[in-house]
């Protein structure tokens, strides 16, 4: 554009000057908006969509260079927490994870790229005992100019499960009559302590008059209490080795 300035010196004459201007267009930021941002996700699920919808808006621009997606306020579990994207044509994902930081990056258009944040999934790798605290996460956008989204905000929520006690099989054995029958039980519970062991000895009715006088002997560990039905023996032929002591006297009196 231009502009004409005409000042009158005092003798009355005129002078003219013209100036000429260029005014350049700013920039407007993307903005981000999320609806459905809060995920109830439960131990040993799969890969679960964190949002229900993302809102882009960017007034200058059609198309977006990138995305981020953070963990943030130390919610992060290393060696728990993934974040799951499936590549398209346009944009392709990033998970890194030491800072626990998924990056989208390809220059699509805005509705796609909205498209492609509400695909992406959460999943929690330990299927043991996974950390319940909540997560907070963080949502950005940048569009082709170097323009950077305020990030948009949502949470997920671990729902922890109570896994079973996994208990060890352990091999056959041939005895006379009169032998000790010992086996070892070994078990594990990933995510709490066993409070309560329960286990049955039986036989074949055909040998119940061989059975007489066997013993059986159990090793326990870390069990807080005891119950057996020895079917055919007798009560004193029975032996339990918990950390030494015998069967009348429960573990959790062991110290």
């Not at 974040?83 to 030491?98: P, S």
Request: glycine letters at 6%.
């Amino acid at each position: 554009g231009w502009m004409q300035m005409i000042i009158q010196q005092p003798d009355g004459t005129k002078v003219t000057h013209t100036m000429s201007f260029t005014i350049e267009a700013g920039t407007e930021e993307p903005s981000i908006e999320i609806e459905g941002n809060h995920l109830v996700y439960t131990e040993d699920e799969g890969p679960r969509r964190l949002i229900s919808r993302a809102l882009i808006n960017d007034d200058d621009d059609t198309h977006l260079e990138g995305a981020t997606i953070r963990f943030v306020n130390q919610s992060y579990v290393v060696g728990e927490d993934r974040l799951v994207f499936v590549d398209t044509n346009e944009i392709t994902g990033t998970w890194n994870e030491q800072e626990g930081v998924l990056t989208l990056q390809g220059r699509a258009k805005v509705e796609n790229y909205a498209t492609a944040l509400e695909k992406v999934a959460y999943k929690n790798t330990n299927h043991g005992a996974p950390t319940s605290a909540l997560r907070q996460l963080e949502w950005a956008v940048s569009d082709d100019e170097g323009g950077l989204s305020v990030p948009a905000d949502s949470t997920l929520e671990l729902i922890p499960v109570n896994d079973p006690t996994q208990l060890e099989s352990f091999p056959d054995q041939m005895l006379d009559q009169g032998d000790t029958f010992l086996f070892i039980l070994t078990f594990e519970d990933v995510d709490s302590d066993l409070a309560d062991l329960t286990f049955e000895v039986s036989h074949d009715a055909d040998v119940a008059t061989n059975i007489k006088g066997t013993k059986v002997e159990v090793l326990l560990e870390e069990v807080v209490d005891i119950h057996a039905s020895l079917n055919g023996l007798d009560q004193e032929s029975y032996r339990s080795k918990c950390f030494g002591q015998p069967f009348d006297k429960l573990c959790d009196e062991i110290v």
